[in-house]
């Protein structure tokens, strides 16, 4: 039997959301984010729940990182059009959107984010 515990369980819609590509935790351990094919979703930890799930029909979000359960950094894949592989999408739950994007000339490689800097990683460089 599955935990109650797990994603599937709390998310009937977690077949919806597809492939899982990336999953990431707040810098306070207290939320985690996931990517998936389809979109992404935030739980809390404790007590476990969903906060959130945003699905998008051509959304591969395969790099992802979280501040706060409100800010989110989003990188998607080359073959899709929602959140592309060189560009990363500042995500802040309480505008329900994208609030900023970071454009670079090669794909973006790595992500993080915390009070102070959001750091991104590309084959010829690291911008702060």
Same mark, same amino acid.
Request: aromatic share 10%; charged share 20%; hydrophobic share 40%.
């Given at each position: 039997?599955?935990?109650?515990? =797990?994603?599937? #369980?709390?998310?009937?819609l977690i077949g919806n959301l597809n492939e899982l590509?990336?999953? %990431?935790?707040? $810098?306070n351990n207290n939320f985690f984010v996931c990517g998936?094919? $389809?979109?992404?979703?935030? $739980?809390?930890?404790?007590?476990?729940?969903?906060?959130?799930?945003?699905?998008?029909? +051509? #959304?591969?979000?395969?790099?992802? +990182?979280?501040?706060?359960? +409100?800010?989110?950094?989003?990188?998607? =894949?080359?073959?899709?059009?929602?959140? %592309?592989? +060189?560009?990363?999408?500042l995500w802040e739950e309480s505008i329900d959107g994208? =609030? %900023?994007?970071?454009?670079? =000339?090669?794909?973006?490689?790595?992500?993080?984010?915390? #009070?102070?800097?959001?750091?991104?990683?590309?084959?010829?460089?690291?911008?702060?």
């Open positions: 039997s599955k935990s109650n515990n =797990s994603i599937a #369980a709390k998310n009937p590509l990336a999953v %990431r935790f707040s $810098h998936f094919s $389809h979109g992404f979703s935030i $739980h809390q930890v404790q007590p476990f729940k969903e906060v959130t799930t945003r699905q998008y029909y +051509d #959304a591969n979000v395969e790099l992802i +990182d979280m501040f706060e359960p +409100d800010l989110i950094l989003l990188v998607g =894949s080359s073959k899709n059009s929602n959140f %592309r592989a +060189d560009k990363v999408s994208i =609030s %900023r994007e970071l454009k670079f =000339s090669s794909p973006v490689l790595g992500v993080q984010i915390n #009070a102070d800097f959001i750091i991104v990683a590309t084959n010829s460089t690291v911008s702060i």
